[in-house]
């Protein structure tokens, strides 16, 4: 059983996303901002779950498909879907979403007892409305994502 850390509970607030069908969420430590990106540029030889990179006011963003490290199938690329931006350690990375669904008092985390999200789920969060949505590690997320891209170790060595 994995039971949240001790930051879980520190800021307040966690930023809810749909994704496949599935409810998540981001601490709103490691969120910045909810963007739609309509210019994304491919990357050739890129890793399947990179669908590109954006300029994000002047920074090249790469955009991931959390999907591949959640199990989730794969998304088309859409310059219209809505990106949540998180960042940790320095690294930003644009995450499309099927739809956000707002922001959350993070104030009913509960443990998860089997997770098909793994060591990713760092809890499942009640919300206001009485459904439930899996609290994500987005430090364990964005490695995830360094881990299996070339292209962002590049990046981040320069």
Same mark, same amino acid.
């Given at each position: 059983?994995?039971?949240?850390?001790?930051?879980?509970?520190?800021?307040?607030?966690?930023?809810?996303?749909?994704?496949?069908?599935?409810?998540?969420?981001?601490?709103?430590?490691?969120?910045?901002?909810?963007?739609?990106?309509?210019?994304?540029?491919?990357?050739?030889?890129?890793?399947?779950?990179?669908?590109?990179?954006?300029?994000?006011?002047?920074?090249?963003?790469?955009?991931?498909?959390? %999907?591949?490290?959640?199990?989730?199938?794969?998304?088309?690329?859409?310059?219209?879907?809505?990106?949540?931006?998180?960042?940790?350690?320095?690294?930003?990375?644009?995450?499309?979403?099927?739809?956000?669904? %707002?922001?959350?008092?993070?104030?009913?985390?509960?443990?998860?007892?089997?997770?098909?999200?793994?060591?990713?789920?760092? %809890?499942?969060?009640?919300?206001?409305? %009485?459904?439930?949505?899996?609290?994500?590690?987005?430090?364990?997320?964005?490695?995830?994502?360094?881990?299996?891209?070339?292209?962002?170790?590049?990046?981040?060595?320069?």
């Amino acid at each position: 059983m994995t039971t949240p850390g001790p930051n879980a509970r520190q800021s307040g607030r966690a930023c809810v996303f749909a994704l496949a069908g599935e409810q998540f969420a981001a601490d709103i430590r490691h969120t910045r901002e909810v963007v739609v990106l309509p210019d994304r540029t491919a990357v050739p030889r890129a890793p399947a779950h990179i669908l590109g990179v954006a300029n994000l006011r002047g920074n090249v963003v790469p955009i991931v498909d959390i %999907g591949f490290a959640l199990g989730l199938p794969p998304r088309p690329a859409s310059e219209t879907l809505r990106n949540i931006v998180l960042e940790d350690a320095g690294v930003q990375v644009a995450v499309p979403t099927d739809e956000v669904l %707002g922001l959350e008092p993070v104030d009913d985390i509960r443990p998860v007892n089997a997770s098909p999200y793994g060591e990713l789920a760092v %809890g499942l969060l009640r919300r206001s409305d %009485g459904t439930v949505a899996t609290l994500l590690d987005i430090p364990r997320l964005i490695d995830a994502a360094r881990v299996a891209s070339p292209t962002m170790r590049e990046k981040e060595a320069q």
